[in-house]
């Protein structure tokens, strides 16, 4: 250890009549403890947000969506996959249609999302399968649908129940439920109907046509790319869309919000910075005598800086690290015990989700502490180089 670091050790553990000081430094570091700690858990949990949400909008759709700029019919669906088979990139394909309809329960009515399938492919493309929780997936024949546990629950429906529907064009089906599925996405749940999609071709009248065509690649973080070579291939009758192109506006405020409570958050460590100035600045004058003495026998200038520097880095790196400490038992407390339920209409989720990124939120918070920490020892510790040892000994 060297000399001026231990000098700082000695100063922070100060004894007798410095308990005073004492005192302070230990104000310091829990005011640093507390915004770390604060900071880490608030992005934590805007991190789950972002991460559970993401997870959920792709569980329920597709990490590319294929349309074109006219009306699809099934035999492009066939000739695409011939085509895109020898993509690496890809690994499945679906085709779907959808549009709106209208259905009736005991004179309650509810316009709702129609989405149709093909289940044997779907499985493969997106969550749905994973997400069935009464009924089967593989009952999803011609004739069936499959709702939304929030559905189910507002009108009553059970697996085998009838469900009467409207088309857009006034015709009226009767479907049996072959299922009911739980995504944990409360606008999902109640709001999207999943049928065959013979089924679904039947009720929107588009005969052998569909809307869309679903993939899912290897990575959903490379659409982008994959999106941009696809392109090429199918040519500029097709209209090519990620899920973060269609969900920008939701993951950009999601973003927005993540960025404005690092910022509002780090103000708390700002101000603790200030118990470490004034903790610095105190123990300068009570140190006066030490600092003559210290200089009189030759130290440098940039020592006693130095000393004063190390003594409010140990008070930023210690409460940084109570802080970090405690930030994460308290993410690893709320994601085991999840004792923070979310009213799921509001926020999608019934839960509190919490996801700990190291690099860069964790990186970046302890960074910013120790930067705040080491700007707000520059005045105090050049206060202290400053002096000279004729005036700090001259009333000694």
Aim: proline share 3%; glycine share 8%.
């Amino acid at each position: 250890m060297s000399v001026n670091l231990f000098i700082s050790w000695r100063y922070l553990l100060t004894k007798r009549k410095e308990k005073f000081i004492s005192l302070i430094s230990v104000i310091s570091v829990m005011g640093i403890a507390i915004g770390v700690m604060a900071l880490i858990v608030v992005i934590g949990v805007m991190t789950g947000f972002d991460r559970d949400l993401r997870d959920k909008i792709v569980g329920n759709f597709s990490h590319i969506a294929i349309s074109g700029v006219r009306p699809m019919d099934y035999s492009e669906f066939e000739s695409m996959a011939a085509k895109l088979k020898s993509y690496s990139e890809v690994k499945a394909l679906s085709p779907y249609v959808q549009g709106q309809v209208l259905i009736e329960e005991e004179h309650r009515f509810m316009a709702l999302g129609l989405k149709g399938i093909e289940p044997e492919r779907e499985q493969y493309v997106t969550k749905i399968k994973d997400y069935v929780i009464n009924g089967s997936f593989q009952d999803l024949v011609p004739g069936t649908v499959i709702v939304g546990k929030e559905l189910a629950l507002y009108l009553g429906l059970k697996v085998g129940s009838e469900l009467k529907i409207y088309s857009p064009f006034g015709k009226q089906y009767k479907l049996k439920i072959a299922g009911i599925f739980k995504s944990g996405m409360y606008d999902y749940d109640l709001n999207l109907l999943l049928v065959n999609l013979q089924t679904g071709q039947n009720i929107l009248e588009m005969g052998r046509g569909i809307s869309a065509v679903a993939l899912k690649l290897d990575n959903m973080f490379a659409a982008d790319k994959v999106r941009d070579k696809i392109q090429k291939v199918l040519g500029f009758d097709y209209n090519l869309k990620t899920w973060m192109e269609a969900n920008q506006s939701f993951f950009a405020a999601l973003k927005l919000e993540k960025l404005t409570m690092f910022i509002i958050l780090t103000l708390i460590i700002l101000v603790a910075s200030f118990n470490i100035i004034s903790t610095l600045v105190v123990l300068v004058v009570d140190k006066t005598k030490d600092i003559g003495i210290l200089k009189a026998l030759g130290m440098s200038s940039g020592d006693i800086r130095r000393i004063f520097t190390y003594e409010g880095l140990i008070i930023g790196s210690l409460g940084t690290f109570l802080g970090s400490s405690g930030g994460f038992i308290l993410c690893l407390l709320l994601k085991k015990y999840q004792f923070i339920k979310l009213p799921q209409d509001i926020y999608y989720i019934n839960r509190l989700p919490v996801a700990i990124e190291f690099w860069p939120d964790v990186a970046l918070i302890i960074t910013s502490a120790l930067v705040i920490t080491f700007v707000s020892t520059f005045y105090p510790a050049n206060k202290a180089a400053r002096l000279v040892p004729v005036e700090a000994l001259r009333y000694e």
